[in-house]
C-alpha cells in the first residue's frame, strides 16, 4: 500500500506560478510510476504529466507542456509539479496518483493509488 498527500495548491494570478508536492510513504517510490491529474467542476479527470519514477523519464499533456515540469526529490520521496504561465483554464483540483505497474497512462483508470488533491485556482 501505498499512501500520497499533495500540498502546494492556492490561488494566484493568471501568468503567475505555483509548485504541488506529492508525499509518497508506505513504499518507495521509486516501485512506481506517478503522476498528476487535475478536475474541474463538470468535467472528467484529466491527465496533466506523468514521470517513470526510477527513469525519470517524463510526459506531458500537450496543454500544459512548455510550462508545467514534473520533477522528483528521491530522498524525500516527494513527486513535483512546478507550474508556470498559469492560465485560468488551468483552474482545477490537482490530483498526485501512483501506478505498481509498468509503464506511464493517461487515463485515470490506469492508476491505483491517489490523493485526496489540493485546490488550484488561477484569476484572470
Known amino acids: 500500500q501505498v499512501q500520497l498527500v499533495e500540498s502546494g495548491g492556492g490561488l494566484v494570478q493568471a501568468g503567475g506560478s505555483l509548485r504541488l508536492s506529492c508525499a509518497v510513504s508506505g513504499r518507495t517510490a521509486s516501485s512506481y510510476s506517478m503522476a498528476w491529474f487535475r478536475q474541474a467542476p463538470g468535467k472528467e479527470r484529466e491527465f496533466v504529466a506523468a514521470m517513470i519514477w526510477s527513469a525519470g523519464s517524463t510526459y506531458y499533456a500537450d496543454s500544459v507542456k512548455g510550462r508545467f515540469t514534473i520533477s522528483r526529490d528521491n530522498a524525500k520521496n516527494t513527486m513535483y509539479l512546478q507550474m508556470n504561465s498559469l492560465k485560468p483554464e488551468d483552474t482545477a483540483v490537482y490530483y498526485c496518483?501512483?501506478?505498481?505497474?509498468?509503464?506511464?497512462?493517461?487515463?485515470?483508470?490506469?492508476?491505483?493509488?491517489w490523493g485526496q488533491g489540493t485546490q488550484v485556482t488561477v484569476s484572470s
Open positions: 496518483a501512483a501506478r505498481s505497474l509498468p509503464g506511464v497512462k493517461t487515463r485515470a483508470s490506469g492508476y491505483d493509488y
